[in-house]
């Protein structure tokens, strides 16, 4: 048929290099202590340390040395067109004056000489374990490493989320590259290293190694169903009219039950003098970034997502 | 031991955003203030949020720790208007709801706190032998059935004294955790409300004439405090807490139990030569200061009876 046709062996180019970049949030401290650890094992063992080329980056040293999420403005919203091609005055924000940096040192975003890939590395408050967040749904290389992600970590729950953004507005560090995800895991308060949450980030970038260095080597990896979270909207917290605060906190039924069910009837926030707000739609739907920090100043109490099955083709290298 | 007689436990302030991104202390006050006290109550008390600036920020403080200005010599401090904002915040408090030290000062001082640690609710503070303190905390742990409660005790001289709980006659900082920066979670407001509701429970009894028993508390007197393994030169740290002692909060460390697990994999192990008990472990306000865990020593403390004396 057709579509078995389509779904025959796709050949993809090689990715010849990728980067790692943690402390993008420079309280998000995983990713800076992986960061941290690669250099070391790259100073101590030479380039040859892993398979494939590899580089480290800090993203937001400024940050990250003064244990901030950021200094001016969020890093991760930088990396638009726009904002990387605005004129640099005194008076830019330092995020937009490193944005350009990094989009120099990675990209230029949208060309021939953008790095393949960007494993950008964060943290979260809420328990989402391991999630992969991808902006398109239609990358093979990033959705089969999701897959292969998936397959080999056993010790928290892997799953992909897509944000599907038309590419144009892209905002976010990996949007630079060629192909790139965020690794984003969780529950980590900000500012706080965990041990088990710094191994499974660090086994995840070794993983991603892992995938490139065979998929350059010449292995097909099978196609299959990948199973994905696609985002449909964003809910606030109550808050009063006036003074815009909180007057509710997530529900204790609804806290740390990232990607379960929410359906109508079920209780989304508990008031702070004692009454339930429940969730009064008809349509069934996964919560996810339930009660993380950052988003209190971005309006957020949660995200909700529709599950749907994406199915990938098998690849193989092209070779020359 | 003979039942003691205390006077009336008649001012109480409950403090709250002293450090300003620990919320469940935050909207306790808030929530406190939006119901305005009618006049019949008790027990005067008086609801402070202790650092606004650094709570409209969500920050833990705007220049300096605002929980380590009630030392004596940072109250007495002549002050203008270059001064830390924390500085002048300091002795605008113990002007409110001292002077620390004086007769004046507030009865108990309830201070809100949360931490990113294990630690369940304990009720810190400096004295060992103050039954106000002992008997409220035995209340809550009769009382809190979902919730583990401790007594923390520091064994420093008043006048050294840094925190704000120090400015009453009576005064505990109320931790609870775990609960991240800047996040406000519901059981652990939850968990903040009733011991402070306990807390006004147990003052209204005491002040109406109940004698309460005495007993034994257990008592963890902090020894000291341990710091992450650091690169000699950066500065930075090399290792994590390690995962067998993550969230393992008062459960007791001995000699050669793991503690760190660096980041290249090796685990570091405890070599002191008692066994204590660690706590604060992995809180993330402590990093700056080079606190990894603090280590305390148990010991039963007997409390007499109390009953008010109304003289």
């Not at chain 1, 005194?90 to 040192?105: F, G, H, I, K, T």
């Not at chain 1, 099978?222 to 815009?244: A, C, F, N, Q």
Request: proline letters at 5%; glycine letters at 6%; aromatic letters at 8%.
């Amino acid at each position: 048929t057709i579509r078995e046709k389509a779904m025959a062996l796709l050949f993809l180019p090689a990715l010849a290099r990728m980067a790692v970049c943690g402390g993008t949030h420079g309280n998000e401290l995983s990713g800076v202590y992986v960061v941290q650890e690669m250099e070391r094992q790259r100073k101590e063992k030479g380039e040859g340390v892993w398979p494939i080329p590899v580089t480290t980056v800090l993203s937001n040293p400024r940050a990250v040395k003064e244990c901030r999420r950021y200094i001016d403005t969020d890093m991760n919203r930088c990396f638009s067109r726009d904002t990387l091609s605005s004129p640099i005055t005194d008076s830019s924000p330092y995020e937009v004056r490193r944005a350009q940096e990094l989009n120099n040192l990675l990209g230029l975003k949208g060309s021939t000489d953008a790095i393949d890939l960007i494993c950008d590395l964060h943290n979260t408050t809420s328990n989402m374990g391991l999630t992969l967040i991808l902006c398109t749904s239609s990358d093979w290389v990033t959705l089969h490493i999701c897959k292969y992600l998936q397959t080999k970590i056993t010790k928290v729950p892997v799953r992909v989320l897509v944000l599907d953004f038309p590419i144009s507005d892209a905002y976010s560090l990996e949007s630079v590259s060629k192909h790139g995800f965020t690794l984003e895991v969780g529950p980590q308060p900000h500012g706080v290293v965990r041990a088990d949450i710094y191994i499974i980030m660090k086994e995840a970038v070794d993983l991603t190694i892992d995938w490139i260095h065979k998929f350059n080597s010449g292995t097909v990896f099978e196609g299959g169903d990948v199973e994905t979270y696609m985002l449909i909207k964003s809910v606030d917290y109550p808050r009063d009219p006036e003074t815009r605060t909180l007057t509710a906190a997530i529900h204790p039924q609804l806290q740390d039950k990232d990607f379960c069910l929410l359906k109508r009837g079920d209780p989304l926030f508990l008031s702070f003098s004692g009454e339930t707000v429940n969730y009064e739609e008809e349509e069934t739907l996964h919560p996810f970034f339930i009660n993380e920090a950052a988003y209190y100043e971005k309006g957020i109490a949660f995200q909700l997502a529709k599950k749907m099955m994406l199915t990938i083709p098998a690849v193989r290298v092209q070779k020359d | 031991m003979k039942a003691v007689a205390m006077p009336t436990v008649s001012r109480v302030a409950v403090c709250g955003g002293t450090h300003g991104n620990e919320l469940a202390g935050v909207y306790l006050v808030r929530e406190r203030l939006k119901r305005r006290a009618d006049g019949t109550e008790p027990v005067s008390v008086v609801t402070v949020m202790s650092n606004p600036r650094a709570v409209q920020l969500c920050v833990r403080y705007v220049e300096t720790d605002l929980n380590r200005c009630f030392t004596r010599a940072t109250l007495s401090a002549p002050v203008s208007e270059t001064s830390p904002y924390e500085m002048i915040r300091s002795q605008e408090l113990n002007a409110l709801l001292g002077p620390k030290g004086s007769a004046q000062a507030v009865d108990l001082l309830c201070d809100l706190h949360n931490t990113t640690a294990n630690t369940g609710l304990c009720l810190i503070t400096y004295s060992d032998c103050d039954w106000i303190c002992l008997h409220i905390c035995k209340h809550l742990q009769r009382e809190m059935a979902s919730t583990p409660v401790r007594y923390v005790h520091f064994d420093i001289p008043l006048n050294e004294a840094y925190s704000l709980d120090s400015v009453g006659k009576h005064g505990f900082a109320m931790e609870i955790g775990p609960q991240p920066h800047s996040v406000v979670r519901s059981v652990i407001f939850s968990a903040m409300q009733e011991g402070v509701q306990l807390m006004m429970d147990w003052i209204c009894q005491f002040n109406s004439g109940t004698l309460f028993e005495g007993g034994w508390v257990d008592v963890y007197t902090m020894v000291k405090n341990i710091d992450y393994p650091r690169d000699s030169e950066t500065h930075v740290i090399t290792a994590a807490v390690h995962p067998n002692l993550q969230d393992r909060d008062f459960c007791l460390l001995h000699p050669g139990d793991p503690m760190f697990l660096s980041f290249s994999g090796e685990t570091l192990r405890y070599k002191g030569k008692e066994a204590l008990y660690p706590f604060f472990i992995n809180e993330g306000a402590y990093y700056e200061k080079g606190i990894a865990l603090s280590l305390a020593r148990k010991r039963r403390v007997e409390i007499p009876s109390v009953l008010v004396n109304k003289h």
